[in-house]
């Protein structure tokens, strides 16, 4: 019974925050999957496209125009579970120095930038996928519009920077369960609920001051 005991007291219960950071890990992968199978296709084609030249002198007609629409979603669609597993590339040149509390809340900092950048990426991409719209922009050659794919391009990013906005708050939780007077088991909704606020406030700051 003590050994049990034990084991409990040793496991931390999961909070609000690590619930959804699960979450958005488990329901962002299949949004991956299709954006990789989308790569896998063009690069096949690409394959296809070489061999056709060299062997018969006869390219797949503009496939060039087709691969850039195709990387353009396929791409962003992997970027939202890139960031619900942290694959991000991380550059901890003073982490000799920053150790315990320092490290935890510089991590919750670089996820707040973070944010601030893929919000800011999406809502450019936006903005010009509505100036390509409003030109009537399509490729040269099979004239494929390209607003639609530029737009499904910045929603994809959108529903990154939603999974970030997870991600930054798991951060600053972590970053405050380092003090002695705040733990998992008595984090509070109404923190979390803080945090998310906190974040978004942060974010529409950073597009539209």
């Keep these: 019974m003590a050994e049990i005991a034990t084991t409990a007291m040793a496991t931390p219960e999961r909070t609000a925050i690590g619930n959804a950071e699960k979450f958005v890990a488990k329901w962002t992968r299949p949004l991956a999957f299709i954006g990789v199978i989308g790569m896998l296709i063009a690069a096949g084609a690409t394959v296809l496209d070489v061999l056709l030249r060299w062997l018969f002198n006869s390219p797949l007609p503009a496939l060039n125009e087709v691969i850039a629409m195709t990387f353009c979603v396929a791409v962003s669609a992997c970027i939202p579970s890139g960031i619900a597993t942290n694959v991000n590339l991380k550059v901890d040149i003073l982490a000799k120095w920053t150790t315990g509390r320092l490290a935890a809340w510089l991590d919750a ?28 922009r399509g490729t040269v050659m099979l004239g494929l519009p390209q607003a639609p794919f530029v737009y499904g391009a910045s929603i994809l990013i959108g529903i990154g920077c939603l999974v970030q906005v997870v991600m930054a708050a798991g951060a600053i939780e972590r970053a405050l369960m380092q003090s002695s007077k705040y733990s998992a088991q008595k984090s509070p909704m109404g923190m979390t609920i803080f945090m998310v606020g906190l974040l978004t406030a942060v974010v529409a700051l950073a597009i539209f001051l």
């Excluded at 800011?120 to 991409?125: D, F, M, P, S």
Aim: aromatic share 22%; no cysteine.
């Design 109 to 136: 900092f670089g996820g707040i930038l973070l944010l601030i950048f893929f919000s800011l990426l999406a809502w450019q991409i936006y903005v010009y996928a509505g100036q390509l719209a409003e030109q009537g």
